[in-house]
């Protein structure tokens, strides 16, 4: 979403989500949902890589396990400059990607609600 303050056009920062479960995503987009930033779900890994390369997000939540593409490809796809949390039920994971934060299942909402205002923050 955007917005115009004295003729400058200044856009919100972009909270994304991608998880192949879309009960998880919905879930997700309804709880931390927040006037500071607007969220964008995916369920496709790779529809979300292309639409990452056309508008990066701000802050990036990936699910481990997809198919096509796990969290870890995903992350790599899009490259080092965003902030990324993986979210995952699974203790023995290995990453080739850097993420920020990694988040065991179930995770509370506010910890990820959390991680995103720091991330914000940080890029002001």
Known sequence: MRHREEGIELMKPKVVLVDDEPDVTELFSLVLQSPSYEIEIFN??????????????????????????NGDEVALAVGPKISKALITGNLDIQTQAKFDRIFLKPVAMTELRAFILEKIRADI
Request: aromatic share 8%; charged share 25%.
């Open 44 to 69: 496709d890994p790779s529809v979300a890589v292309e639409e990452m390369m056309i508008r990066p997000p701000d802050v990036l939540f990936l699910d481990y396990c997809m198919p096509g593409m």
